[in-house]
């Protein structure tokens, strides 16, 4: 059974930094692609960073230079570090995973709300 447990979620003030961790089970994880989305009330997804198996990242504009994403294989861990955050950076926050180009798998979310 595959399992993404998020967890780091809170309240920060603008300008303050938080970690994200999200662990992962029942899957060979070292294989998978690993992202972070983020939702606001509404029903789209914002892709927000992904790592790849190899280790490649990439970023949204709205977080690039703020935000860090890694991953611990040995731990079956993926990470966003998130510094500088913004008001509009509040959002619940999944961790996802997949093979390649799909994305089947998702954590429950956590929730991060940033004031002003």
């Known amino acids: 059974q595959v399992q993404l447990v998020e967890s780091g979620g809170g309240l920060v003030q603008a300008g303050g930094s938080l970690r994200l961790s999200c662990a992962a089970s029942?899957?060979?994880?070292?294989?998978?692609?690993m992202r972070w989305y983020r939702q606001t009330p509404g029903p789209q997804r914002e892709l927000v960073a992904g790592i790849s198996s190899g280790n490649s990242t990439n970023y949204s504009d709205s977080v690039k230079g703020r935000f860090t994403i890694s991953r611990d294989n040995a731990k079956n861990m993926v990470y966003l570090q998130m510094n500088s955050l913004k008001p509009e950076d509040t959002a619940v926050y999944y961790c996802?995973?997949?093979?390649?180009?799909?994305?089947?798998?998702w954590g429950q979310g956590t929730q991060v709300t940033v004031s002003s």
């Open positions: 996802n995973g997949g093979l390649g180009g799909s994305a089947p798998f």
């Open positions: 029942g899957i060979t994880f070292r294989f998978y692609n």
